[in-house]
């Protein structure tokens, strides 16, 4: 599988990196307290939206990972632009407990604007399965934050001979599909799987992450200065990576989030020297312009 990830300056001056892997196309953006949005493609779903990315406008479909504004901030200005473009309705995604907030705050975005955005509000519990597109299911599940959070897994769908049929001839198959039998099953590969803002505990509760061929991470701190602020805020520090390290059965590990008083290079350092297997598959979207 080819890996090409790099920083960009995209059209509209936001500095953003992207990741390139077989089909997928990951493009996003996340500092700590700043803002975090990612755009996967396909399916074609935003990853939180950040303050509002114009890369996030053609998007139909939305997962917000938890309430604080730099995650959802940018969903009413989002909302504008393809009300006034046309794009039709957009589907939000989110934990229920938040679902009563959003529609208050979009509804105040649509009395500010003098207009009506198309969209529908989707509350998510952990294990609550939605159908994307005709290949892709995304289901929810628990994560470690410090108000109401979800993580999500996009698992890729795929059509395949029934594993009864494995070994008959094209002849009997043709002929039991003609008699009306179902001769094919799905199968499921967890192609992506998403944390938004979470501690340590996601890694205990949500083992399947470590099974995703690509997994966005949060990663905030590093440091022994900084070793009780994971706890206390609900974020990942390094030191639990490093105690899990053998777990990562991923292809790509993308961690975000990282706190802006660590520099991306400094978090790739201490991976190379203390968890070497997990450093091989990191990508780091801040490796982008503006961090250099
Ligand atoms: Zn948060």
Known sequence: MSRDARGVVAGDGVARG???????????????GEETWFRVRPPGLALDVGRGPLALTGVSDVFLSHGHLDHTN????????????????????????IAQPLAALLAAAEALEGATFEYRIVGLSPGDRVQLDKDFVLEAF??????????????????????????ASEEEVAALRRQGHEVSETMEELSVTYCGDSGRGVLT???RLFGARILLLECTFLGAETRGRGERYGHIHVEDLVEVKARFHNEVVILHHLSARHRPEEL????????PQLAAKLVQLEETPWSA
Do not use: K
């Open 142 to 167: 628990a994560t470690d934050h410090v108000v109401p959070s979800l993580g999500c897994h996009l698992f890729q769908q795929r059509r395949r001979l029934a594993a009864a049929l494995r070994g």
């Open 74 to 97: 940018g969903l009413p200005f989002l909302l504008s632009q393809r009300t006034f473009q046309g794009l039709g309705p957009c589907r939000i995604l989110c934990p229920t407990a």
């Open 205 to 207: 509760t949500e083992p």
């Open 268 to 275: 790739r350092g201490e991976l190379e020297r203390r968890a």
């Open 18 to 32: 992207s990741l390139r892997y077989g089909d997928l196309s990951i493009v996003g953006c996340s500092r700590a």
